[in-house]
């Protein structure tokens, strides 16, 4: 049964810096793309960054680059997302995720907030 759980956020001041962590089991971690989504309310998920599953591809969007770094740890079966600089427009939940040739997984998300 493949999980994912993440941790980390909660409240930063806007400016400050925060570390999300996501550990997983239920399948070989090593061999799988994983990226972080974030949902924002009243708006649709989305994809923010990505890292291939031999660490050496990584992609952001355009909001969060020089700003957030994506990582991750195949020892520990666990996916980072460093994030600095934050904006009041990064206050979302934030989502790891996975997929198979049949479905895609997700964790149970991490709120972000953000205050000015």
């Known amino acids: 049964q493949v999980q994912l759980l993440e941790s980390g956020g909660g409240l930063v001041q806007a400016g400050g810096s925060t570390r999300l962590s996501c550990v997983t089991s239920?399948?070989?971690?090593?061999?799988?793309?994983m990226d972080w989504y974030r949902q924002a309310p009243g708006k649709e998920r989305e994809l923010v960054a990505s890292?291939?599953?031999?660490?050496?591809?990584?992609r952001y969007i355009d909001s969060v680059k020089d700003r957030f770094t994506i990582s991750r740890d195949d020892a520990k079966r666990a996916l980072y997302l460093q994030m600095t600089k934050l904006k009041p427009e990064d206050t979302a939940v934030y989502y790891c995720n996975t997929a198979d040739a049949w479905e895609a997984y997700w964790g149970q998300g991490t709120q972000v907030t953000v205050s000015s």
């Open positions: 239920g399948f070989s971690f090593d061999q799988y793309d």
């Open positions: 890292i291939a599953r031999n660490g050496d591809r990584v």
